[in-house]
């Protein structure tokens, strides 16, 4: 293997394996003294405001390291440098600082789209010692020499450009150290732009408005963060975003005693985006939810959904998985996609309209069933009767009988599917046949709530819960409080729980758990929330708690 592409791809490897294996590893207590940082990556002075992405860990890996469990980091060093002729504790941890960043700069180097595109990659790893880094730089490139390379050393406005010519375009590495930072290119041009970047400000990424917005209140101990510049990387991925309403995003790494916060800030220069309501405590319907459930949505006001800030998100975001404006989550959702397709209903018009109130969607998973079970608790306000009048008549019309009966003296309303079946008899006999009946959903009134269930056993779940509900569940109490108040509610994953249905609806995730392995493993559950109403900005965050 070529000894030079090895080492770009160790570059390119440590801004994202380091930070997903050093932070996947990391043990349940919250580290004290990272070197975290409070504004955000100092490489984005040479960072075009037109880049792509930027991608940064914003500590030592070896801070990283005193944390980590079973020495995934070191494994990793270890195998990557080994390939590369490089050792770690001599080479690069003597000079190394508190960031490395990895940026995609440009979508193709030379604009010509017609011999095809090379996007433009750049590293930059922060030196404490630019002397000793300068050293390492220019000690490798010579190295190059000697094993038969050609090595060329351009002055560009007062920086040492070193790179081998010799090399074919794809393996092509360019280094240099500058402004107290080791920089390394796929390409001249790459860092020729990255020079003029930090000379013309207007230039670099730090210029940008949007980044200037998305920084302003980086959350306390910033130990990562990534800058994404959405209708670029929709163009990169030959995306059309149907309504590309957010056109930037940041994300910002935390680490909590129990687990990791993603947060992140979706920017828009849109006025109209109408924002979600804001709750200020956990949903109470969350107290008929079952602990069993795998996965949970919570909030409140379904009626003004399509309109709301978290709609237009969705918009943006399914298209940008699925690359057209098929939801992919609906593989994921299928008792409520089924429900839509076989039953005519038009889930926002004749359920989301009436809920007004707060709301709790869940799907239970059973031993031997490929599709889960699912419960939906609606508060019952004034409007809610009208609205399950409307779901007893589109029943009523798709031929289901209503029904009223009795479990466990609660009264209950049933949506039943009556066939006629024949029973076996002898040749001679006349044909005898018998009624069956097939529960297609069932609800019923507890308390201030309307509960609807896809059959009889899980709405009983809910009728006996007593203290065995999701509200009161530890693992789901601590996952919330990771969420800043007031917020627009909760999507709650338990990963044990969702695995097998995940990994049957989305197969690909299979191959992100083997590559994120260290994740994965110590995973306990997934919290998605949205909060804060500032115009222009939708915030959330993501919370990954993990097991002790």
Same mark, same amino acid.
């Given at each position: 293997m070529n000894r030079q592409r090895s080492f770009f791809n160790f570059l390119v490897a440590s801004a994202i394996a380091v930070l997903i294996f050093a932070i996947a590893g990391c043990s349940g207590k919250s580290p004290v003294n990272l070197g975290a940082s409070t504004t955000g990556p100092n490489a984005a002075i040479f960072v075009s405001k037109l880049a792509p992405v930027m991608v940064s860990l914003l500590t030592n890996p070896d801070q990283l390291q005193a944390w980590e469990r079973e020495e995934e980091l070191s494994k990793l060093k270890t195998s990557l440098l080994t390939k590369s002729g490089i050792d770690y504790k001599q080479d690069i941890q003597p000079w190394l600082g508190n960031e490395i960043t990895l940026a995609v700069t440009t979508l193709d180097i030379d604009r010509d789209f017609e011999n095809g595109k090379q996007p433009g990659y750049l590293m930059a790893l922060a030196t404490n010692k630019p002397e000793k880094s300068r050293e390492f730089v220019e000690l490798w490139f010579s190295k190059q020499?000697?094993?038969?390379?050609?090595?060329?050393?351009?002055?560009?406005?007062?920086?040492?450009?070193?790179?081998?010519?010799?090399?074919?375009?794809?393996?092509?590495?360019?280094? $240099?150290?500058?402004?107290?930072?080791?920089?390394?290119?796929?390409?001249?041009?790459?860092?020729?732009?990255?020079?003029?970047?930090?000379?013309?400000?207007?230039?670099? /990424?730090?210029?940008? =408005?949007?980044?200037?917005?998305?920084?302003?209140?980086?959350?306390?101990?910033?130990?990562? *963060?990534?800058?994404?510049?959405?209708?670029?990387?929709?163009?990169?991925?030959?995306?059309?975003?149907?309504?590309?309403?957010?056109?930037?995003?940041?994300?910002?790494?935390?680490?909590?005693?129990?687990?990791? /916060? *993603?947060?992140?800030?979706?920017? $828009?220069? #849109?006025?109209?985006?109408? =924002?979600?309501?804001?709750?200020?405590?956990?949903?109470?319907? %969350?107290?008929? @939810?079952?602990?069993?459930?795998?996965?949970? @949505?919570?909030?409140?006001?379904? #009626?003004?959904?399509?309109?709301?800030? /978290?709609?237009? %998100?969705? $918009?943006?975001?399914?298209?940008?998985?699925?690359?057209?404006?098929?939801? @992919?989550?609906?593989?994921?959702?299928? =008792? %409520?996609?089924?429900?839509?397709?076989?039953?005519?209903?038009?889930?926002?018009?004749?359920?989301?309209?009436?809920?007004?109130?707060?709301? *709790? %969607?869940?799907?239970?998973?059973?031993?031997?069933?490929?599709?889960?079970?699912?419960?939906?608790?609606?508060?019952?306000?004034?409007?809610?009767?009208?609205?399950?009048?409307?779901?007893?008549?589109? *029943?009523?019309? #798709?031929?289901?009988?209503?029904?009223?009966?009795?479990?466990?003296?609660?009264?209950?309303?049933?949506?039943?599917? /009556?066939?006629a079946a024949t029973q076996q008899t002898e040749p001679q006999d006349r044909p005898k046949y018998a009624v069956e009946a097939k529960v297609q959903g069932v609800h019923t009134t507890l308390g201030n709530y309307e509960i609807f269930a896809s059959n009889l056993e899980t709405l009983n779940e809910a009728i006996a819960i007593k203290e065995n509900s999701l509200i009161k569940d530890r693992n789901f109490q601590n996952s919330i409080a990771a969420i800043p108040q007031p917020n627009q509610g909760y999507v709650y994953l338990d990963w044990t729980k969702s695995q097998d249905l995940l990994e049957r609806q989305l197969p690909i995730l299979k191959l992100v758990e083997v590559l994120g392995k260290p994740f994965f493993n110590n995973l306990r559950s997934l919290t998605v929330s949205s909060y804060g109403s500032e115009p222009g900005t939708l915030k959330g965050g993501v919370f990954l708690e993990r097991h002790k």
């Open positions: 020499v000697l094993a038969g390379g050609n090595l060329v050393v351009e002055q560009y406005k007062g920086a040492k450009l070193l790179y081998d010519n010799s090399q074919p375009q794809q393996d092509l590495l360019v280094g $240099t150290v500058v402004d107290g930072f080791v920089l390394f290119a796929n390409d001249p041009k790459v860092l020729r732009d990255a020079i003029n970047n930090v000379q013309v400000p207007d230039l670099n /990424l730090t210029s940008s =408005p949007q980044y200037q917005k998305a920084t302003q209140k980086l959350p306390q101990g910033l130990i990562a *963060a990534a800058f994404l510049n959405l209708p670029i990387i929709a163009q990169w991925q030959e995306l059309e975003l149907p309504e590309p309403t957010y056109n930037s995003e940041i994300i910002a790494l935390t680490l909590n005693p129990k687990g990791l /916060l *993603a947060e992140t800030s979706f920017l $828009t220069s #849109s006025a109209t985006v109408t =924002p979600s309501s804001l709750l200020s405590k956990p949903v109470d319907a %969350l107290q008929y @939810i079952p602990t069993n459930a795998s996965l949970v @949505i919570a909030s409140s006001d379904l #009626s003004d959904l399509a309109n709301s800030n /978290l709609a237009k %998100l969705w $918009t943006q975001i399914k298209t940008a998985i699925s690359g057209s404006k098929t939801d @992919i989550i609906s593989r994921v959702v299928q =008792p %409520l996609a089924k429900l839509q397709e076989s039953r005519n209903i038009n889930l926002q018009q004749d359920i989301f309209s009436w809920i007004k109130g707060e709301y *709790a %969607l869940a799907l239970l998973p059973r031993e031997g069933q490929t599709t889960p079970d699912w419960m939906f608790v609606v508060e019952k306000l004034e409007n809610v009767a009208e609205g399950i009048s409307r779901l007893d008549a589109i *029943a009523s019309s #798709s031929g289901l009988s209503n029904s009223s009966l009795n479990l466990n003296q609660q009264k209950i309303s049933a949506w039943i599917e /009556l066939t």
